[in-house]
């Protein structure tokens, strides 16, 4: 897993396509926050009123073009139960973005966002884009969490940040696509972002030089 | 003014036959006026870094290729600075740094492309440098012209040079001028020293010959540098180190001494020792140097400067360890290979894996459980009085000699731990003078002393031990306590895994001692079992009450206890992640997925039911997924969780009221132990490096900081470990020299710091060194400065086996006439014109001078009825401009005159032949 794999497809007719890029991307949030029905609304188009709760964790992928890379998102849709938080290392882990999502009717479920949030910065690649969503944005009559605290603190971290609506589909495309324009898309860049930091000096160090 | 000149004629129709000179010139100016060099646009600063920024273009003229780059010091950019120079500015600039440029030696690199900074003190120049040298006179001489027309036409505030002759000679020629003062800078390269300039009186009589000033001449001042080369480096102490191997010599075995990772070379690292003796100011006649006689002595020159030379490959002791196990990572046969324990042992080579029999675990035990008789008769290379040592001092738990004991607390450095410039932090550590650092090493040390097959042969032992462990119950010392810690080697977790097993194998067999641990179900005491035995609808495996909250039924919800995830290592994490990736996206891939995931739904599920009968998912949902509750709606369940077929309500349903303790266990520690002891043992030899590698790695950079190396800036990850190796052993070579440098450094410098004076200790330890008296020098320098009444003049002399010679010379531009006589043309224009020949203090001009009534006027000051001139250079070929006398006298040879419509016009008629321009006219 995480790497990325940076190639030239190959038309049909054999003309070399744009560089294919392929990027982990984790969904972390508090259950019921609507994690699946953005990645279904994203990937299928599609929008149930009431999506099933999602066991361990989802796996789905879709491509997105930038004007001269293709994006392959693997998207990994975790559950959000307090009892499945053990096993989301594994997920984020290797990830080269994260979503995390949180219910703009709901205002625990943005705290424990911001929890996601202290524990992506701690624990996974120091070099993973984060975004945040402040989903279910078709019930702002309901809103318990403002659009202006929401972005000061994305501002504050760092973060990109979008309300969202998988009902409606706004901003979902926008958010990945925000996403994959802030990855490093160039070869080695993607690489170094598949699990950490980046190499300082970019030469190939001779190994052979050691060894006299 | 009375004729209609055609425009389009000049300026459209012919550019493209002008001569490929003009073209060559065009180009120069053009991009002299792109990158802004004219004296008037010239921004001035006054301070600046030591970084050389550089910008070039490329011009090609008569197929030579030429560079044209424009070279000068990163000035501090105070932010309003919008202030320009002017003529005074610029030569003040210049005549201050020909002046202090003798504070430099010509050897010295000041980081700029080209050494002519350095030597002229300059803090900016345009250097025209072609990819074949030039040799020729001819080309030589045009290319100069070129130059100083595209000079003067620019007005150009940067002096230029061009590179000339041999590029190995490192021959400039250049020039800078005002409408005052011009600079010609010069080299003169001789492969032999010539008798003249041998000497220091023969230099300054070469300068003063060059200066030819009318005037007597102050003192010359002269400074110099003798070079000595001392070669007998060995005098220079040397710390001899232990040769790395020497724990081997049976009698003398420690393992202290082989735990000792070596450091550092084990040679003299040395090559030469460079000194320099420096007189930085005399006067001319206070030391004597000619052909016959010289009063230079080194011993008397004021500074003493040294620099070390250090051998191009030092042989580095660490760096030579961690290499070899380097190059293990190549090595795609299997380790137990080298000792021919492959089949004994049932392990089989991945890479013949196609057509053997697959391995099975029963077969895996049975070779190692059952010891078949090859193995236990095994008697490995390394003899034994070699071996247990090793072995007690990497588990020290099995002898009663506390000499080796590990530390209470294994202690995990991690990245972040403030420790963020440290070697190597980001290769995966494992605790400090654990096992598997004692392990790594010692596996270094070994192979570096026997060879595979003592690598193979401790190995061996080592998964022996582990094997040994697993079945009598006994933990693995020197590991960190839990569940294998991801941020820790690999091997590291492997062996927190291996513990775990171990201790969750011990706990089962305290309880039901003699079960074997094919058992599948264990129990824990429990504070109900103390109680009656249970009815079948008993509550068991409660851990809490959950807060308040009651079931469905009135009953209060108890959370019960569950079994913990598994522990794995995080290639295990890994493999699990790919398989599912591996399913794909598709509906029922989700599906299959989804019930790998259920397995401990299932399991809660189970667990909950037995602590609390007869409760529904509705109170599962509650503690479980309690956004999924509704309790306003009297507990009813969120709206997904009912939709049919879904995943949460099929696993309830087929939930059994299991506790956690009788539960099919979601752990299997047999399983596990035993997929770890074959893991370790069927390793192929690259990845038993890969095992050892990060603690080696890391170890080396541990003792690389406690000789002294400071820490690496590299900072890597998430590429692929090899290349992280890689990296990090660069790293470790590069502390590893650092130190033999500094170290040499110290030796010889004593308490001085390198760049600096030496003191009187440092040369007398230098001079005792070489024996008492300096060999005759490599290489002499001298400097020779005076300022007459223009500016300083400078002349600097290299002599080493070939002789460099470099000058600047200021002389004032003035201009004498010396005769004039009538032109003889048929040309209207040129009717009681006259041509004189003006001589310039370089050149030789022709100037053809107007009459008053010739009907133009002036390019300078535009006046009408002036008499006007026009100069064509002899020497430079150098094209000035119309304008009238009164202002040519005034600008005797104006170099800059601005070029326009006008002059292009006036030139255009008043000269035949010379009616083309090459470049386009400036628009002032």
């Known amino acids: 897993m995480a790497t990325n794999r940076s190639g030239t497809a190959q038309r049909p007719n054999g003309a070399p396509q744009t560089k294919v890029c392929q990027f982990k991307l984790v969904l972390l949030g508090e259950s019921a926050v609507g994690k699946s029905s953005l990645v279904l609304r994203f990937v299928k188009g599609q929008f149930h009123e009431y999506q099933e709760s999602t066991i361990g964790a989802a796996f789905l992928t879709q491509t997105v073009c930038l004007d001269d890379t293709t994006v392959k998102f693997e998207i990994w849709d975790t559950a959000g139960q307090e009892r499945y938080h053990s096993l989301a290392p594994m997920y984020y882990r290797g990830a080269q973005a994260a979503i995390v999502v949180y219910d703009i009717t709901n205002q625990d479920t943005f705290g424990r966002a911001k929890n996601w949030v202290k524990e992506l910065q701690r624990q996974a690649s120091p070099s993973i884009v984060i975004a945040l969503a402040g989903n279910k944005s078709d019930l702002a009559a309901k809103r318990m969490v403002e659009f202006e605290e929401a972005q000061a603190y994305a501002d504050e971290n760092g973060l990109l940040f979008m309300e969202t609506s998988a009902k409606t589909a706004m901003n979902v495309n926008d958010i990945f696509l925000a996403i994959a324009n802030k990855l490093p898309k160039s070869e080695s860049a993607g690489g170094a972002a598949a699990g950490g930091r980046r190499l300082a000096d970019g030469d190939a160090p001779r190994s052979s030089s050691c060894c006299k | ?924």
């Open chain 2, 1 to 924: 003014m009375n004729e209609e000149i055609d425009e389009y004629d000049i300026y459209h129709q012919d550019f493209t036959t002008v001569s490929e000179w003009e073209v060559f010139i065009a180009r120069l100016e053009e991009i002299l006026n792109d990158w802004k060099l004219t004296k008037t646009k010239l921004l001035r600063f006054s301070e600046y870094t030591k970084k050389w920024i550089s910008k070039s273009e490329d011009i090609v003229f008569q197929g030579i290729r030429f560079k044209i780059s424009y070279n000068m010091l990163e000035p501090i950019d105070k932010k309003d600075n919008n202030d320009t120079t002017d003529d005074k500015f610029i030569f003040q600039e210049i005549q201050t740094g020909l002046w202090n440029s003798a504070s430099k030696f010509m050897d010295d690199l000041d980081g700029s492309p080209y050494p002519v900074s350095n030597w002229f003190g300059l803090k900016r120049y345009l250097m025209l440098c072609s990819d074949i040298p030039l040799v020729e006179g001819s080309i030589i001489k045009l290319v100069m012209s070129s130059i100083n027309i595209a000079f003067a036409n620019v007005n150009c505030g940067v002096p230029v040079f061009a590179k000339i002759r041999e590029h190995w000679q490192h021959n400039y020629q250049g020039l800078y001028e005002d409408h005052e003062y011009k600079v010609s800078f010069d080299t003169i390269h001789l492969k032999r020293i010539s008798n003249q300039c041998s000497h220091l009186s023969g230099l300054v009589s070469l300068f003063k010959s060059k200066i030819a000033s009318p005037v007597a001449l102050d003192a010359v001042i002269v400074s110099a540098k003798f070079s000595y080369e001392l070669k007998d480096s060995d005098s220079f102490a040397w710390r001899k180190l232990t040769r790395s191997n020497e724990f081997l010599s049976i009698d003398g075995f420690d393992v202290k001494k082989l735990i000792q990772l070596p450091f550092g070379s084990e040679k003299n690292p040395v090559a030469s020792v460079l000194l320099n003796a420096i007189w930085p100011k005399f006067r001319e006649s206070t030391i004597v140097d000619s052909s016959t006689f010289s009063d230079i002595d080194p011993i008397m020159a004021p500074i003493w400067m040294v620099s070390l030379q250090l051998r191009d490959q030092i042989n580095c002791q660490l760096s030579d360890t961690v290499s070899k196990v380097m190059e293990l990572l190549d090595n795609n046969f299997l380790l137990m290979d080298t000792l021919g324990l492959s089949r004994s042992l049932g392990l089989v080579n991945p890479l013949h894996k196609i057509t053997e029999a697959p391995i099975t675990i029963s077969k895996l035990v049975k070779a190692a459980m059952g010891q078949s008789t090859n193995v236990s008769e095994f008697k490995g290379p390394i003899p034994d009085d070699l071996l247990m040592p090793l072995l007690y001092y990497v588990f020290p738990d099995a002898v009663d000699d506390n000499t080796f004991n590990y530390p209470d607390q294994l202690e995990i450095e991690y990245k972040g731990d403030g420790s963020d410039n440290k070697l190597c932090n980001y290769v995966k550590t494992s605790p400090q003078g654990g096992l598997v650092w004692r392990l790594s090493v010692t596996a270094a040390r070994l192979y570096d002393a026997g060879g595979l097959q003592y690598l193979a042969h401790l190995w061996y032992e080592f998964t022996q031990e582990l094997q040994y462990r697993w079945e009598h119950r006994i933990l693995v010392p020197g590991v960190a306590e839990g569940a294998p810690n991801a941020r820790t080697c690999l091997l590291h977790q492997k062996l927190q895994l291996l513990n775990c097993c171990i201790a969750r194998a011990a706990e089962g067999s305290s309880i039901f001692a003699g079960n074997s641990s094919e058992d599948e179900f264990y129990d824990c005491s429990e504070s109900e079992s103390t109680e009656e035995q249970p009815p079948w609808d008993r509550p068991v495996g409660r851990l809490h009450r959950l807060e308040d909250a009651s079931l469905k039924n009135g009953a209060p919800l108890y959370v019960p206890r569950t079994q913990d995830p598994a522990p794995k290592t995080e290639d295990q994490l890994e493999e699990d992640a790919e398989l599912m990736v591996r399913l794909g996206d598709d509906a029922k891939a989700s599906e299959l997925r989804a019930r790998m995931m259920s397995a401990s739904l299932l399991s809660d599920m189970e667990a909950f039911k037995a602590a609390n009968p007869g409760a529904e998912l509705c109170d599962f949902v509650q503690w479980y997924s309690p956004r999924d509750w509704m309790p306003e709606d009297g507990g009813a369940l969120g709206a997904r969780m009912l939709l049919p077929g879904n995943p949460w309500m099929e696993t309830w349903s087929v939930a059994r009221p299991v506790p956690a303790v009788r539960q099919r266990r979601l752990f299997d520690e047999t399983r596990e132990a035993q997929q770890v002891l074959h893991f370790l043992r069927s390793r192929t030899v690259s990845a038993v490096a890969e095992l050892l590698l990060p603690a080696i790695l890391r170890a080396g950079a541990a003792k690389a900081i406690e000789e002294g190396a400071s820490g690496g800036s590299v900072s890597v990850g998430g590429i692929d470990k090899r290349r992280t190796f890689e990296v990090a052993a660069r790293e470790i070579y590069d502390a590893e020299r650092e130190a033999c440098r500094s170290l040499c450094v110290r030796t010889v410098f004593g308490e001085g710091r390198e760049g600096e004076p030496l003191d009187v200790a440092g040369r007398a330890r230098i001079l005792a060194a070489a024996g008492g008296a300096l060999p005759p020098p490599t290489r002499r320098e001298f400097t020779l400065r005076v300022r007459d009444e223009l500016a300083p003049q400078l002349m600097r002399a290299a002599l080493a086996t070939d002789l460099t010679i470099i000058g600047a010379f200021t002389e004032r531009t003035s201009t004498i006439f010396v005769r004039s006589e009538p032109v003889t043309s048929c040309d209207p224009c040129y009717q009681r014109a006259r041509i004189v020949v003006v001589v310039g203090a370089s050149e030789i001009i022709l100037r053809v001078v107007f009459m008053a009534d010739c009907g133009r006027w002036c390019d300078r000051c535009g006046r009408a009825g002036q008499a006007l001139c026009c100069d064509v250079s002899v020497s430079a070929a150098r094209i000035g401009v119309g304008e009238c006398v009164e202002c040519a006298c005034a600008r005797p040879r104006s170099p800059g005159a601005p070029r326009n419509r006008s002059v292009a016009r006036w030139y255009a008629r008043s000269i035949p032949g010379r009616a083309r321009f090459s470049s386009k006219p400036d628009n002032k």
